[in-house]
Protein backbone atom coordinates (compact mmCIF):
# COMPACT_ATOMS: atom_id res chain seq x y z
CA UNK A 1 0.00 0.00 0.00
CA UNK A 2 0.95 3.62 -1.03
CA UNK A 3 2.29 6.02 1.46
CA UNK A 4 0.08 8.33 0.62
CA UNK A 5 -3.00 6.19 1.66
CA UNK A 6 -2.58 4.88 4.72
CA UNK A 7 -3.82 6.54 7.88
CA UNK A 8 -6.46 8.93 7.53
CA UNK A 9 -5.60 9.64 3.69
CA UNK A 10 -7.71 6.06 3.68
CA UNK A 11 -10.13 7.48 4.74
CA UNK A 12 -10.45 10.55 2.57
CA UNK A 13 -9.99 8.69 -0.51
CA UNK A 14 -13.19 6.39 0.25
CA UNK A 15 -16.46 7.62 -0.97
CA UNK A 16 -18.65 8.33 1.29
CA UNK A 17 -20.78 5.47 0.99
CA UNK A 18 -18.39 3.37 1.02
CA UNK A 19 -17.65 4.86 4.57
CA UNK A 20 -20.79 5.36 5.47
CA UNK A 21 -21.12 1.44 5.31
CA UNK A 22 -18.11 0.69 7.32
CA UNK A 23 -19.29 3.38 9.79
CA UNK A 24 -22.32 0.71 10.95
CA UNK A 25 -19.67 -1.42 12.72
CA UNK A 26 -18.68 1.75 14.65
CA UNK A 27 -20.57 3.10 17.65
CA UNK A 28 -21.51 6.96 18.05
CA UNK A 29 -18.58 7.74 19.91
CA UNK A 30 -15.99 5.87 17.81
CA UNK A 31 -17.16 8.52 14.75
CA UNK A 32 -16.59 11.26 17.15
CA UNK A 33 -13.02 10.18 18.09
CA UNK A 34 -11.81 10.11 14.43
CA UNK A 35 -13.09 13.37 14.52
CA UNK A 36 -11.47 14.41 17.75
CA UNK A 37 -8.26 12.35 17.16
CA UNK A 38 -7.31 13.69 13.42
CA UNK A 39 -8.86 17.44 12.24
CA UNK A 40 -8.41 16.59 8.26
CA UNK A 41 -10.81 13.73 9.32
CA UNK A 42 -13.78 16.51 10.56
CA UNK A 43 -15.76 17.12 7.49
CA UNK A 44 -15.45 12.85 6.66
CA UNK A 45 -17.54 11.80 10.48
CA UNK A 46 -19.90 15.14 9.80
CA UNK A 47 -20.96 14.01 6.87
CA UNK A 48 -25.44 13.31 6.43
CA UNK A 49 -25.02 10.20 5.29
CA UNK A 50 -22.52 8.46 8.00
CA UNK A 51 -25.09 9.40 10.55
CA UNK A 52 -28.11 8.83 8.58
CA UNK A 53 -26.30 5.33 8.61
CA UNK A 54 -25.57 5.26 12.28
CA UNK A 55 -29.81 6.48 13.01
CA UNK A 56 -30.48 3.31 11.05
CA UNK A 57 -28.28 0.90 13.13
CA UNK A 58 -30.26 2.37 16.20
CA UNK A 59 -32.88 0.73 14.86
CA UNK A 60 -36.02 2.71 16.45
CA UNK A 61 -37.66 3.64 13.18
CA UNK A 62 -37.01 2.72 9.75
CA UNK A 63 -34.73 4.57 7.35
CA UNK A 64 -38.14 5.92 5.42
CA UNK A 65 -38.87 7.96 8.84
CA UNK A 66 -35.77 8.83 9.69
CA UNK A 67 -35.83 10.81 6.18
CA UNK A 68 -39.64 12.34 7.48
CA UNK A 69 -38.03 12.72 11.03
CA UNK A 70 -34.80 14.74 9.89
CA UNK A 71 -36.81 17.90 8.88
CA UNK A 72 -37.45 18.51 12.93
CA UNK A 73 -33.62 18.20 13.79
CA UNK A 74 -30.68 20.44 12.73
CA UNK A 75 -28.96 17.39 11.31
CA UNK A 76 -29.05 13.55 11.63
CA UNK A 77 -26.33 13.92 14.21
CA UNK A 78 -28.57 15.32 16.40
CA UNK A 79 -31.54 12.94 15.26
CA UNK A 80 -28.81 10.17 16.39
CA UNK A 81 -28.03 11.60 19.70
CA UNK A 82 -31.91 11.68 20.51
CA UNK A 83 -32.53 8.35 19.11
CA UNK A 84 -29.55 7.03 21.61
CA UNK A 85 -31.19 8.83 24.73
CA UNK A 86 -35.04 7.51 24.27
CA UNK A 87 -33.84 3.85 22.92
CA UNK A 88 -33.94 2.06 26.36
CA UNK A 89 -37.37 3.62 26.93
CA UNK A 90 -39.20 1.33 24.16
CA UNK A 91 -40.97 -1.23 24.85
CA UNK A 92 -43.66 -2.61 27.85
CA UNK A 93 -44.16 -1.25 31.07
CA UNK A 94 -47.10 -2.16 33.67
CA UNK A 95 -47.55 -1.47 36.83
CA UNK A 96 -49.32 -3.79 39.66
CA UNK A 97 -52.55 -1.63 39.60
CA UNK A 98 -55.15 -1.70 38.74
CA UNK A 99 -55.71 -5.83 38.83
CA UNK A 100 -57.10 -5.58 35.47
CA UNK A 101 -53.90 -4.80 33.72
CA UNK A 102 -52.12 -1.30 33.36
CA UNK A 103 -50.06 -1.52 30.51
CA UNK A 104 -47.91 1.38 28.87
CA UNK A 105 -46.53 0.75 25.35
CA UNK A 106 -43.48 3.21 24.25
CA UNK A 107 -43.76 3.73 20.73
CA UNK A 108 -41.81 6.02 17.88
CA UNK A 109 -44.53 9.02 17.36
CA UNK A 110 -42.80 11.86 15.08
CA UNK A 111 -39.01 12.88 16.60
CA UNK A 112 -40.40 11.79 19.46
CA UNK A 113 -41.33 8.56 21.87
CA UNK A 114 -44.75 8.20 23.11
CA UNK A 115 -46.19 6.44 26.20
CA UNK A 116 -49.70 4.89 25.37
CA UNK A 117 -51.81 3.07 27.65
CA UNK A 118 -53.87 0.07 26.92
CA UNK A 119 -57.55 0.65 28.07
CA UNK A 120 -58.86 -2.83 29.66
CA UNK A 121 -61.76 -3.56 27.05
CA UNK A 122 -63.73 -5.76 24.92
CA UNK A 123 -63.33 -7.07 21.50
CA UNK A 124 -65.89 -6.22 18.93
CA UNK A 125 -67.18 -8.23 16.36
CA UNK A 126 -63.96 -7.01 13.69
CA UNK A 127 -61.59 -8.64 16.07
CA UNK A 128 -58.37 -7.99 16.89
CA UNK A 129 -56.56 -6.97 13.90
CA UNK A 130 -59.33 -4.54 12.33
CA UNK A 131 -60.94 -3.63 15.69
CA UNK A 132 -59.96 -0.45 16.57
CA UNK A 133 -57.50 -0.73 20.16
CA UNK A 134 -58.49 1.88 22.70
CA UNK A 135 -55.74 3.28 24.59
CA UNK A 136 -54.52 7.12 26.47
CA UNK A 137 -51.71 9.20 26.20
CA UNK A 138 -49.33 8.98 29.34
CA UNK A 139 -46.87 10.98 28.09
CA UNK A 140 -44.37 12.22 25.17
CA UNK A 141 -40.25 12.91 24.85
CA UNK A 142 -40.27 15.03 22.07
CA UNK A 143 -36.84 15.89 20.32
CA UNK A 144 -35.14 19.33 20.50
CA UNK A 145 -33.91 21.09 17.34
CA UNK A 146 -30.47 19.95 18.74
CA UNK A 147 -31.32 16.32 19.24
CA UNK A 148 -32.30 17.43 23.30
CA UNK A 149 -35.29 16.19 24.89
CA UNK A 150 -38.13 17.86 26.59
CA UNK A 151 -40.85 15.87 28.39
CA UNK A 152 -44.57 16.19 28.86
CA UNK A 153 -46.70 14.19 30.89
CA UNK A 154 -50.77 14.08 29.44
CA UNK A 155 -53.73 14.14 32.10
CA UNK A 156 -57.18 15.09 32.44
CA UNK A 157 -58.31 17.47 35.43
CA UNK A 158 -62.19 19.17 35.58
CA UNK A 159 -62.93 18.12 32.36
CA UNK A 160 -60.03 19.77 30.33
CA UNK A 161 -56.67 18.03 28.90
CA UNK A 162 -53.66 19.51 30.19
CA UNK A 163 -49.50 19.24 29.69
CA UNK A 164 -47.33 19.26 32.44
CA UNK A 165 -44.01 20.11 31.24
CA UNK A 166 -40.95 19.11 32.99
CA UNK A 167 -37.32 17.21 31.68
CA UNK A 168 -35.61 13.91 31.16
CA UNK A 169 -33.67 13.35 34.66
CA UNK A 170 -31.13 10.58 33.34
CA UNK A 171 -32.18 7.26 31.00
CA UNK A 172 -30.27 4.17 32.24
CA UNK A 173 -29.22 2.20 29.46
CA UNK A 174 -30.74 -1.23 30.95
CA UNK A 175 -33.47 0.98 33.10
CA UNK A 176 -36.49 -1.46 34.15
CA UNK A 177 -37.71 1.10 36.36
CA UNK A 178 -39.65 4.16 35.20
CA UNK A 179 -40.34 7.14 37.65
CA UNK A 180 -42.12 9.99 37.73
CA UNK A 181 -40.10 12.66 40.38
CA UNK A 182 -39.65 16.39 41.43
CA UNK A 183 -36.34 17.54 40.70
CA UNK A 184 -34.36 20.32 42.37
CA UNK A 185 -31.69 22.33 40.34
CA UNK A 186 -28.81 24.95 40.52
CA UNK A 187 -28.74 28.00 38.64
CA UNK A 188 -25.73 28.47 36.57
CA UNK A 189 -24.50 32.19 36.28
CA UNK A 190 -26.95 33.46 38.00
CA UNK A 191 -29.67 32.16 35.83
CA UNK A 192 -32.12 29.64 35.52
CA UNK A 193 -31.45 26.46 33.62
CA UNK A 194 -33.12 25.86 30.31
CA UNK A 195 -34.32 22.07 29.83
CA UNK A 196 -31.68 21.76 26.85
CA UNK A 197 -28.98 22.82 28.88
CA UNK A 198 -30.30 21.18 32.78
CA UNK A 199 -30.99 17.47 31.29
CA UNK A 200 -28.86 14.08 32.06
CA UNK A 201 -29.98 12.43 28.98
CA UNK A 202 -27.73 9.10 29.63
CA UNK A 203 -26.55 8.65 33.88
CA UNK A 204 -23.92 5.95 32.05
CA UNK A 205 -20.74 7.62 30.45
CA UNK A 206 -20.50 5.15 27.69
CA UNK A 207 -24.41 6.47 26.41
CA UNK A 208 -23.61 9.99 27.03
CA UNK A 209 -20.60 9.78 24.40
CA UNK A 210 -22.43 7.97 21.69
CA UNK A 211 -23.10 11.19 19.88
CA UNK A 212 -20.25 13.45 20.85
CA UNK A 213 -18.04 14.14 23.63
CA UNK A 214 -19.17 18.09 23.21
CA UNK A 215 -22.03 17.08 24.07
CA UNK A 216 -20.37 16.07 27.80
CA UNK A 217 -20.91 19.77 28.58
CA UNK A 218 -24.90 19.07 29.16
CA UNK A 219 -24.92 17.24 32.03
CA UNK A 220 -22.09 19.03 34.19
CA UNK A 221 -24.88 21.41 36.10
CA UNK A 222 -26.17 17.91 37.28
CA UNK A 223 -22.82 16.77 37.91
CA UNK A 224 -22.17 19.14 40.03
CA UNK A 225 -25.11 19.61 42.02
CA UNK A 226 -24.42 15.58 42.62
CA UNK A 227 -21.26 16.46 43.93
CA UNK A 228 -21.90 18.72 45.91
CA UNK A 229 -23.19 16.11 48.74
CA UNK A 230 -26.44 18.14 49.75
CA UNK A 231 -28.40 16.46 46.81
CA UNK A 232 -31.65 14.77 48.35
CA UNK A 233 -32.96 11.82 46.23
CA UNK A 234 -36.84 12.53 45.77
CA UNK A 235 -36.82 8.46 46.42
CA UNK A 236 -36.08 9.38 50.25
CA UNK A 237 -38.87 11.20 50.79
CA UNK A 238 -41.92 9.92 52.72
CA UNK A 239 -44.36 9.19 50.30
CA UNK A 240 -46.49 11.77 51.29
CA UNK A 241 -44.67 14.26 50.86
CA UNK A 242 -43.54 12.67 47.30
CA UNK A 243 -47.69 12.57 46.62
CA UNK A 244 -47.86 16.41 47.82
CA UNK A 245 -45.03 17.59 46.25
CA UNK A 246 -46.24 16.60 42.38
CA UNK A 247 -49.26 17.74 42.83
CA UNK A 248 -48.33 21.05 43.95
CA UNK A 249 -45.52 21.01 41.04
CA UNK A 250 -48.14 19.67 38.40
CA UNK A 251 -50.86 22.00 39.20
CA UNK A 252 -48.64 25.21 38.68
CA UNK A 253 -46.67 24.00 35.71
CA UNK A 254 -49.91 22.37 33.82
CA UNK A 255 -50.92 24.14 30.12
CA UNK A 256 -54.25 23.44 28.72
CA UNK A 257 -53.67 21.52 25.25
CA UNK A 258 -54.88 23.92 23.09
CA UNK A 259 -56.96 22.81 19.72
CA UNK A 260 -54.13 23.50 17.45
CA UNK A 261 -51.88 20.78 19.35
CA UNK A 262 -54.80 18.51 20.52
CA UNK A 263 -53.84 16.31 16.90
CA UNK A 264 -52.72 12.88 16.16
CA UNK A 265 -49.38 11.89 18.54
CA UNK A 266 -48.06 9.76 15.67
CA UNK A 267 -49.06 9.01 12.39
CA UNK A 268 -51.00 5.93 10.59
CA UNK A 269 -50.31 3.26 9.05
CA UNK A 270 -47.95 4.16 5.31
CA UNK A 271 -50.41 1.92 3.30
CA UNK A 272 -53.37 4.79 3.52
CA UNK A 273 -51.06 7.28 1.79
CA UNK A 274 -53.48 10.37 1.76
CA UNK A 275 -53.65 10.06 5.51
CA UNK A 276 -50.13 9.13 6.43
CA UNK A 277 -49.04 12.38 3.96
CA UNK A 278 -51.65 14.40 6.28
CA UNK A 279 -50.32 13.31 9.53
CA UNK A 280 -47.00 14.27 8.84
CA UNK A 281 -47.97 18.05 7.89
CA UNK A 282 -49.82 18.32 11.37
CA UNK A 283 -47.14 16.44 13.35
CA UNK A 284 -44.45 18.69 12.08
CA UNK A 285 -46.68 21.60 13.06
CA UNK A 286 -47.86 20.20 16.21
CA UNK A 287 -44.22 19.54 17.33
CA UNK A 288 -43.17 23.21 16.76
CA UNK A 289 -46.24 24.70 18.47
CA UNK A 290 -45.33 22.13 21.68
CA UNK A 291 -41.44 22.93 21.61
CA UNK A 292 -42.91 26.92 21.47
CA UNK A 293 -45.47 26.20 24.78
CA UNK A 294 -42.51 24.93 26.29
CA UNK A 295 -40.21 27.46 26.43
CA UNK A 296 -42.65 29.92 26.57
CA UNK A 297 -45.37 28.12 29.32
CA UNK A 298 -48.22 29.64 27.08
CA UNK A 299 -50.95 27.82 27.26
CA UNK A 300 -53.37 28.99 24.54
CA UNK A 301 -53.10 28.82 20.58
CA UNK A 302 -49.48 30.14 20.31
CA UNK A 303 -48.87 31.69 16.39
CA UNK A 304 -45.71 33.23 17.00
CA UNK A 305 -43.26 30.38 16.79
CA UNK A 306 -40.21 33.53 16.50
CA UNK A 307 -38.05 32.96 19.63
CA UNK A 308 -37.60 36.61 21.28
CA UNK A 309 -34.10 37.52 21.80
CA UNK A 310 -34.35 37.08 25.70
CA UNK A 311 -35.14 34.14 26.75
CA UNK A 312 -38.05 34.37 30.17
CA UNK A 313 -37.10 31.86 33.00
CA UNK A 314 -37.49 28.35 32.15
CA UNK A 315 -41.65 27.64 32.89
CA UNK A 316 -41.31 24.39 33.86
CA UNK A 317 -39.05 25.18 36.66
CA UNK A 318 -40.59 26.63 40.30
CA UNK A 319 -39.17 28.42 43.22
CA UNK A 320 -38.61 26.31 46.13
CA UNK A 321 -40.16 29.10 48.24
CA UNK A 322 -43.21 29.50 46.07
CA UNK A 323 -43.66 25.76 46.96
CA UNK A 324 -43.01 25.98 50.63
CA UNK A 325 -46.46 28.76 50.66
CA UNK A 326 -48.46 26.41 48.56
CA UNK A 327 -47.96 23.36 50.38
CA UNK A 328 -48.33 25.53 53.81
CA UNK A 329 -51.83 26.46 52.26
CA UNK A 330 -52.81 23.00 51.54
CA UNK A 331 -51.39 21.47 54.93
CA UNK A 332 -52.97 23.82 57.42
CA UNK A 333 -55.98 21.51 57.67
CA UNK A 334 -53.72 18.32 58.07
CA UNK A 335 -50.95 17.45 60.95
CA UNK A 336 -47.59 16.29 58.88
CA UNK A 337 -45.93 16.79 55.66
CA UNK A 338 -42.62 15.35 56.63
CA UNK A 339 -43.39 12.26 58.65
CA UNK A 340 -45.50 8.73 58.49
CA UNK A 341 -47.20 8.66 61.65
CA UNK A 342 -48.12 12.11 62.29
CA UNK A 343 -45.45 13.46 64.89
CA UNK A 344 -43.58 15.98 62.76
CA UNK A 345 -45.54 19.13 62.22
CA UNK A 346 -45.14 20.68 58.83
CA UNK A 347 -46.22 23.86 59.16
CA UNK A 348 -43.87 24.49 62.01
CA UNK A 349 -40.90 23.26 60.35
CA UNK A 350 -41.49 26.35 57.89
CA UNK A 351 -40.51 28.91 60.39
CA UNK A 352 -37.24 29.51 62.33
CA UNK A 353 -39.44 29.22 65.57
CA UNK A 354 -41.18 26.02 64.49
CA UNK A 355 -37.77 25.34 63.73
CA UNK A 356 -36.52 25.19 67.25
CA UNK A 357 -40.50 24.08 68.79
CA UNK A 358 -39.68 20.82 66.75
CA UNK A 359 -35.80 20.44 67.72
CA UNK A 360 -36.99 21.29 71.68
CA UNK A 361 -39.72 18.50 71.82
CA UNK A 362 -37.41 16.04 69.78
CA UNK A 363 -34.75 16.66 72.48
CA UNK A 364 -37.11 15.76 75.40
CA UNK A 365 -38.30 12.90 73.65
CA UNK A 366 -35.32 11.72 73.66
CA UNK A 367 -34.66 12.53 77.10
CA UNK A 368 -38.00 11.01 78.33
CA UNK A 369 -37.07 7.76 76.11
CA UNK A 370 -34.01 7.33 78.72
CA UNK A 371 -36.12 7.30 81.82
CA UNK A 372 -39.43 6.25 80.70
CA UNK A 373 -40.95 2.72 80.40
CA UNK A 374 -41.44 3.73 76.58
CA UNK A 375 -38.15 3.51 75.49
CA UNK A 376 -38.48 1.03 72.57
CA UNK A 377 -41.37 2.83 71.17
CA UNK A 378 -39.29 6.23 71.07
CA UNK A 379 -36.34 4.45 69.20
CA UNK A 380 -38.48 3.06 66.48
CA UNK A 381 -39.82 6.55 65.86
CA UNK A 382 -36.71 7.88 65.57
CA UNK A 383 -35.59 5.15 63.26
CA UNK A 384 -38.82 5.87 61.13
CA UNK A 385 -38.10 9.49 60.84
CA UNK A 386 -34.47 8.67 60.10
CA UNK A 387 -35.43 6.50 57.55
CA UNK A 388 -37.24 9.25 55.67
CA UNK A 389 -35.32 12.34 54.26
CA UNK A 390 -37.19 15.24 55.41
CA UNK A 391 -38.90 17.85 53.35
CA UNK A 392 -37.65 21.16 53.73
CA UNK A 393 -33.54 19.55 53.63
CA UNK A 394 -34.92 18.44 49.46
CA UNK A 395 -36.35 21.91 48.95
CA UNK A 396 -32.92 23.26 50.20
CA UNK A 397 -30.93 21.20 48.33
CA UNK A 398 -31.72 23.27 44.67
CA UNK A 399 -32.30 26.93 43.67
CA UNK A 400 -35.27 25.51 41.35
CA UNK A 401 -37.72 22.33 41.39
CA UNK A 402 -39.62 20.95 38.48
CA UNK A 403 -41.03 17.61 37.31
CA UNK A 404 -38.50 14.75 35.69
CA UNK A 405 -38.50 11.83 34.10
CA UNK A 406 -35.93 9.30 35.67
CA UNK A 407 -35.26 5.46 34.11
CA UNK A 408 -33.11 4.15 36.32
CA UNK A 409 -32.21 0.32 36.29
CA UNK A 410 -33.04 -1.20 39.83
CA UNK A 411 -32.35 -4.88 41.20
CA UNK A 412 -36.02 -6.20 41.26
CA UNK A 413 -36.83 -9.79 42.17
CA UNK A 414 -39.29 -10.72 39.83
CA UNK A 415 -41.79 -14.40 39.93
CA UNK A 416 -42.79 -15.83 36.55
CA UNK A 417 -41.68 -12.64 34.26
CA UNK A 418 -43.65 -10.78 36.51
CA UNK A 419 -41.23 -8.70 38.70
CA UNK A 420 -42.47 -7.56 42.22
CA UNK A 421 -43.23 -3.85 42.51
CA UNK A 422 -42.81 -0.92 45.61
CA UNK A 423 -46.63 -0.30 46.59
CA UNK A 424 -45.32 3.16 47.12
CA UNK A 425 -43.27 4.30 44.19
CA UNK A 426 -44.99 6.41 41.15
CA UNK A 427 -43.30 4.31 38.82
CA UNK A 428 -43.78 1.46 35.75
CA UNK A 429 -42.01 -1.10 35.31
CA UNK A 430 -40.54 -2.47 32.11
CA UNK A 431 -41.05 -6.19 30.70
CA UNK A 432 -38.28 -8.14 29.79
CA UNK A 433 -39.21 -8.75 25.88
CA UNK A 434 -37.83 -12.08 24.61
CA UNK A 435 -37.17 -12.26 21.00
CA UNK A 436 -38.42 -15.61 19.71
CA UNK A 437 -35.53 -17.53 18.93
CA UNK A 438 -35.42 -21.31 17.24
CA UNK A 439 -35.81 -22.79 20.93
CA UNK A 440 -37.87 -20.28 22.26
CA UNK A 441 -40.20 -19.44 19.08
CA UNK A 442 -43.37 -18.66 20.81
CA UNK A 443 -41.91 -15.73 23.81
CA UNK A 444 -43.36 -12.51 23.07
CA UNK A 445 -46.83 -10.69 23.21
CA UNK A 446 -49.64 -12.45 22.27
CA UNK A 447 -53.49 -11.30 22.73
CA UNK A 448 -56.86 -13.00 22.59
CA UNK A 449 -59.92 -13.93 23.64
CA UNK A 450 -62.71 -17.00 25.25
CA UNK A 451 -64.29 -18.81 22.43
CA UNK A 452 -63.64 -20.49 19.57
CA UNK A 453 -63.36 -19.64 16.55
CA UNK A 454 -61.59 -16.81 18.02
CA UNK A 455 -62.93 -13.50 18.42
CA UNK A 456 -66.75 -14.19 17.31
CA UNK A 457 -69.17 -13.01 19.35
CA UNK A 458 -72.04 -14.55 20.29
CA UNK A 459 -75.65 -13.72 20.50
CA UNK A 460 -75.75 -14.16 24.45
CA UNK A 461 -71.74 -12.48 24.57
CA UNK A 462 -71.87 -9.52 22.04
CA UNK A 463 -68.16 -8.53 22.98
CA UNK A 464 -65.33 -10.58 24.27
CA UNK A 465 -62.78 -9.63 27.08
CA UNK A 466 -59.83 -8.89 25.50
CA UNK A 467 -56.61 -10.35 27.48
CA UNK A 468 -52.98 -9.66 26.91
CA UNK A 469 -50.33 -12.12 27.28
CA UNK A 470 -46.32 -12.58 28.14
CA UNK A 471 -44.76 -15.68 26.59
CA UNK A 472 -41.99 -16.22 28.17
CA UNK A 473 -39.29 -19.37 28.64
CA UNK A 474 -38.19 -20.86 31.85
CA UNK A 475 -36.17 -23.75 32.85
CA UNK A 476 -37.06 -25.62 36.22
CA UNK A 477 -36.03 -28.58 37.52
CA UNK A 478 -34.84 -30.11 33.81
CA UNK A 479 -38.19 -29.40 32.63
CA UNK A 480 -38.77 -25.93 30.05
CA UNK A 481 -41.58 -24.30 30.66
CA UNK A 482 -43.37 -21.93 28.22
CA UNK A 483 -45.76 -19.86 30.87
CA UNK A 484 -48.15 -17.04 29.68
CA UNK A 485 -48.56 -14.41 32.40
CA UNK A 486 -51.15 -12.24 32.00
CA UNK A 487 -50.67 -8.25 31.75
CA UNK A 488 -54.25 -6.65 30.52
CA UNK A 489 -57.49 -8.18 31.23
CA UNK A 490 -60.82 -6.77 29.22
CA UNK A 491 -63.42 -7.95 31.83
CA UNK A 492 -65.30 -5.64 33.83
CA UNK A 493 -64.55 -7.01 37.06
CA UNK A 494 -61.19 -8.68 37.44
CA UNK A 495 -61.34 -12.45 37.63
CA UNK A 496 -57.28 -13.08 38.05
CA UNK A 497 -54.51 -11.57 39.78
CA UNK A 498 -52.54 -9.16 37.70
CA UNK A 499 -49.26 -10.67 36.84
CA UNK A 500 -50.49 -14.27 37.05
CA UNK A 501 -49.73 -17.51 34.91
CA UNK A 502 -52.75 -17.85 32.35
CA UNK A 503 -51.11 -21.73 31.64
CA UNK A 504 -47.98 -23.37 32.05
CA UNK A 505 -46.80 -26.53 29.82
CA UNK A 506 -43.98 -28.44 29.35
CA UNK A 507 -42.47 -27.81 25.48
CA UNK A 508 -40.71 -31.33 26.28
CA UNK A 509 -44.05 -33.22 26.74
CA UNK A 510 -46.39 -33.49 24.35
CA UNK A 511 -49.87 -34.15 24.35
CA UNK A 512 -52.53 -37.01 23.02
CA UNK A 513 -55.61 -34.77 23.62
CA UNK A 514 -57.48 -34.03 20.17
CA UNK A 515 -58.65 -30.52 19.44
CA UNK A 516 -62.56 -30.34 20.20
CA UNK A 517 -63.08 -28.84 16.53
CA UNK A 518 -62.68 -29.07 12.85
CA UNK A 519 -63.32 -26.19 11.56
CA UNK A 520 -61.37 -22.13 11.97
CA UNK A 521 -63.53 -19.10 11.91
CA UNK A 522 -63.43 -19.02 8.23
CA UNK A 523 -64.52 -23.12 7.40
CA UNK A 524 -61.16 -24.14 6.93
CA UNK A 525 -60.11 -27.28 8.63
CA UNK A 526 -58.20 -26.86 11.59
CA UNK A 527 -54.16 -28.25 11.60
CA UNK A 528 -52.38 -29.05 14.47
CA UNK A 529 -49.28 -28.74 14.39
CA UNK A 530 -48.00 -29.18 17.88
CA UNK A 531 -49.92 -30.12 21.09
CA UNK A 532 -48.04 -29.56 24.87
CA UNK A 533 -49.26 -31.00 28.46
CA UNK A 534 -50.08 -27.99 31.02
CA UNK A 535 -51.50 -26.50 33.42
CA UNK A 536 -54.32 -23.82 33.77
CA UNK A 537 -55.19 -20.85 36.25
CA UNK A 538 -58.32 -21.73 38.14
CA UNK A 539 -60.36 -21.22 41.63
CA UNK A 540 -57.95 -21.38 44.42
CA UNK A 541 -57.77 -20.09 47.79
CA UNK A 542 -59.29 -16.74 46.93
CA UNK A 543 -58.17 -14.36 44.41
CA UNK A 544 -54.74 -14.11 45.53
CA UNK A 545 -53.86 -17.68 45.28
CA UNK A 546 -55.35 -19.06 42.24
CA UNK A 547 -55.38 -22.92 41.95
CA UNK A 548 -54.95 -24.62 38.46
CA UNK A 549 -56.23 -27.52 36.44
CA UNK A 550 -55.16 -29.57 33.63
CA UNK A 551 -55.12 -28.95 30.19
CA UNK A 552 -53.14 -28.72 26.94
CA UNK A 553 -51.96 -25.69 24.53
CA UNK A 554 -52.39 -26.01 20.52
CA UNK A 555 -50.32 -24.82 17.68
CA UNK A 556 -52.63 -24.30 14.51
CA UNK A 557 -52.43 -23.28 11.76
CA UNK A 558 -52.04 -19.05 10.68
CA UNK A 559 -49.87 -18.80 13.72
CA UNK A 560 -52.88 -19.50 15.92
CA UNK A 561 -52.49 -20.85 19.49
CA UNK A 562 -55.02 -22.24 22.20
CA UNK A 563 -55.06 -23.21 25.19
CA UNK A 564 -57.84 -25.60 26.41
CA UNK A 565 -58.92 -26.59 29.97
CA UNK A 566 -58.94 -30.33 29.91
CA UNK A 567 -62.09 -30.70 32.51
CA UNK A 568 -64.33 -27.59 31.00
CA UNK A 569 -63.39 -27.15 27.72
CA UNK A 570 -62.63 -23.86 27.76
CA UNK A 571 -60.39 -22.84 25.47
CA UNK A 572 -58.27 -19.50 24.99
CA UNK A 573 -57.38 -18.54 21.84
CA UNK A 574 -54.26 -16.12 21.27
CA UNK A 575 -52.44 -14.54 18.41
CA UNK A 576 -49.06 -12.86 18.25
CA UNK A 577 -49.37 -8.44 18.45
CA UNK A 578 -48.40 -5.95 16.69
CA UNK A 579 -48.58 -3.36 19.09
CA UNK A 580 -47.41 -0.36 17.36
CA UNK A 581 -49.84 -1.44 14.18
CA UNK A 582 -52.53 -1.72 16.60
CA UNK A 583 -51.95 1.70 18.05
CA UNK A 584 -52.08 3.65 14.92
CA UNK A 585 -55.83 1.88 13.98
CA UNK A 586 -56.49 2.51 17.68
CA UNK A 587 -58.76 4.95 19.06
CA UNK A 588 -57.51 7.76 21.62
CA UNK A 589 -59.82 8.32 24.44
CA UNK A 590 -58.94 10.86 27.54
CA UNK A 591 -56.35 10.66 30.02
CA UNK A 592 -56.52 10.29 33.97
CA UNK A 593 -55.95 13.05 36.30
CA UNK A 594 -51.75 13.37 35.69
CA UNK A 595 -50.35 11.69 38.74
CA UNK A 596 -52.47 8.50 38.49
CA UNK A 597 -52.31 8.64 34.60
CA UNK A 598 -48.19 8.15 35.30
CA UNK A 599 -48.58 5.59 37.92
CA UNK A 600 -52.08 4.30 39.36
CA UNK A 601 -51.17 3.45 42.81
CA UNK A 602 -54.79 2.76 44.28
CA UNK A 603 -55.70 -1.18 44.72
CA UNK A 604 -58.81 -1.77 42.30
CA UNK A 605 -60.47 -4.53 40.94
CA UNK A 606 -62.67 -2.69 38.21
CA UNK A 607 -61.67 -0.79 34.69
CA UNK A 608 -60.56 2.73 36.26
CA UNK A 609 -59.61 3.70 32.85
CA UNK A 610 -62.70 3.71 31.87
CA UNK A 611 -64.45 5.88 33.67
CA UNK A 612 -63.71 8.84 31.88
CA UNK A 613 -66.57 11.66 31.26
CA UNK A 614 -67.84 12.11 28.12
CA UNK A 615 -68.71 15.24 28.23
CA UNK A 616 -66.14 18.51 28.52
CA UNK A 617 -66.29 21.74 29.50
CA UNK A 618 -63.09 22.55 27.47
CA UNK A 619 -63.60 23.37 23.45
CA UNK A 620 -59.90 22.54 22.73
CA UNK A 621 -60.04 18.91 23.82
CA UNK A 622 -60.57 16.21 21.91
CA UNK A 623 -62.15 12.86 23.63
CA UNK A 624 -61.93 10.47 20.44
CA UNK A 625 -59.19 10.48 17.90
CA UNK A 626 -59.10 8.22 15.49
CA UNK A 627 -55.29 7.78 15.06
Known sequence: MLPETCGSSLFLALPDDVFAIISRSLLPRDICNLGVCCKSLCALVASEKIWLSQCDVVGIVPTRDLVDWREGVSSYKA?????????????IWVHQNPELGNVVYVMPGFVSVVGCRIIPQ??????????PILWAPVFEIIGDFDGSTTFFLH?????????????????????????LEVEPREKRNGCKLFPSQSVVHHSNEE????????????SRSQRVLGQSGTTVPFVRLAFVDRRKLLEAVTSRVRQKVPHTVSGPLFSRLRDDVENFQNDLVALLQRRSLLLQMYRSGCDH???????SAEMPADPTLLEPNDIRKSLDRSSSCSNSLNSDDGQMHGNNRRSIGGYFRASIKQILRKSSSVNGGRAISKCNSSSSENRHAQLHEFLNSGDTIGLALHACTVRL????????????RFALYKLPMRVPREDQEYAGLWGGTFGWPPGRPTEDKPGKALFFLLLSYEETEGKRLLIATKILEGTHYVLHPNGSAMFIVNVDEPSLDPFPWDNDADSHPVNVKYAFMGEGIANGYGFRYPG???????IVQNGLLAFIWKESRAVLTLQRLNLQELLKKGER?????????????????????????????CSSSQHVHRQ
Open 589 to 617: VPALPPIANFSYLTKSYSNVFAGFSNTST
Open 122 to 131: ELGPLGIEDG
Open 413 to 424: SSYRAWPNMHDT
Open 79 to 91: LCRFLVSVKPLIG
Open 155 to 179: GREKGCDFFYPGSVKSVDRNCNVLL
Open 301 to 307: DCTDLTA
Open 548 to 554: SKPGSLF
Open 207 to 218: ISRKVSRSNSGL
